[in-house]
């Protein structure tokens, strides 16, 4: 598994449980940069609902 794939399923592992509060560290490290813009627009969507983000990142926008 790449590194980005790797980082999907972490992500997606940790949704599973219905966090309500979920860490980021560099979230879009190693993923394809058109899969980035979708990873962010589901953070928001997340966020809505009243999921708390901590994200840490260099190139957050």
């Known amino acids: 598994m790449s590194g980005g794939e790797q980082q999907m399923?972490?992500?997606a592992r940790a949704m599973i449980c219905k966090p309500k509060v979920i860490l980021l560290d560099e979230p879009s490290k190693?993923?394809?940069?058109?899969?980035?813009?979708?990873?962010f627009e589901l953070f928001l969507k997340l966020k809505q609902q009243d999921l708390?983000?901590?994200?840490?990142?260099?190139?957050?926008?």
């Open 52 to 61: 708390t983000i901590l994200l840490v990142g260099q190139n957050v926008r």
């Open 9 to 11: 399923l972490a992500i």
């Open 30 to 39: 190693g993923i394809m940069p058109v899969l980035v813009d979708e990873m």
